[in-house]
């Protein structure tokens, strides 16, 4: 159950996104503590500037989020940001319909391309955007909040 975020999820959209923060830490390229501080109008905000997407489970509960947004140096480029499904959620599904539902708003939008980047860490996930159909570009960068670890860049080209 994958639906694209509205303004009045975002208290929803903020305790996935704290759960993440909390729970990989490493994953991320903020961190919990910066993020906890934020007012809701900055959470509305978020919701308001991109394409977020949820996922619940049958109860109702948030057990994924995926974001996606177009990066403003260049066109055509959709970045896949703050990705994450719940431990007792993974290996169910629920990653593969939310990189789906970002790649097909971004696909709907016009984008030539997904870029997202995995933390060297990061295994499961980097095996679920490879299956999603997302290759390494050669392109790494620190991690910024531990930059003795690196991300590397992926991209799934859409033309």
Known sequence: MVRR????DWERSR????????????????????????????????IGDSAQFLAGNADGEGIGTATGFTDPGEPGTV????MFVVAEAR?????EQ??????AQ?????????????????DGAARLYARCGFVRTGVTEPLPHQPSL??????????
């Open 106 to 122: 971004a696909r709907a939008d016009g984008a030539s391309r997904v870029r997202l980047h995995v933390v060297e860490t990061n």
């Open 79 to 82: 970045n896949l940001v703050a």
């Open 150 to 159: 690196l991300e590397h860049e992926m991209v799934l080209a859409l033309r």
């Open 98 to 103: 939310l990189v789906e539902a970002v790649v």
């Open 15 to 46: 305790a996935i996104r704290l759960r993440a923060l909390r729970d990989a830490p490493l994953a991320f390229a903020s961190t919990y503590e910066r993020e906890i501080a934020f007012l809701p109008e900055q959470w509305k905000a978020r």
């Open 5 to 8: 975020s509205v303004e009045a």
């Open 91 to 95: 290996r169910c599904g629920v990653g």
